[in-house]
């Protein structure tokens, strides 16, 4: 099988936009966590370690319940989702790892995937979360 020239660029895309989109999740997450929940759709889902967490008010109130944060991403990989698994709406895969420091705990290794879906506005392409799967990787050491 012969990779189109189209899927070339579409996975050149896809990382593009992952690579700007990790950059301002994780800046947001640690400076400015207010702004967060603009970068979810109103029906994303978030599972935090375990916990499940559905619509932007509820993200809202976890975001707000967590100490303030320093994180570090050590990987970044992405992958276009194929639009026959995503109704046709442009969609990519986004996984992180790194490590992670919450306010008055210890430093904890992280892993983290987003579904990124792509919403067109009247002049560009912004790329809105809608499902988020966070995990502490060293979580039963510590």
């Not at 029906?43 to 993200?59: C, H, K, M, P, Y």
Request: hydrophobic letters at 40%.
């Amino acid at each position: 099988m012969t990779m189109s020239v189209d899927f070339k660029t579409y996975v050149d895309q896809a990382c593009k936009a992952a690579e700007e989109f990790v950059n301002i999740y994780y800046e947001t997450m640690d400076k400015r966590r207010r702004a967060l929940i603009r970068l979810y759709l109103d029906e994303a889902t978030l599972v935090w370690n375990g916990n499940a967490v559905t619509g932007l008010e509820a993200l809202n109130n976890f975001y707000e319940m967590l100490p303030s944060s320093e994180f570090q991403v050590n990987t970044l990989d992405c992958q276009p989702v194929h639009e026959q698994a995503t109704q046709s709406q442009t969609t990519v895969l986004v996984v992180t790892s790194g490590t992670v420091k919450f306010d008055g705990n210890k430093q904890h290794y992280f892993n983290q995937n987003f579904l990124l879906t792509a919403q067109a506005t009247f002049n560009s392409t912004v790329w809105k979360i809608a499902s988020d799967c966070f995990r502490f990787q060293d979580w039963a050491n510590s």
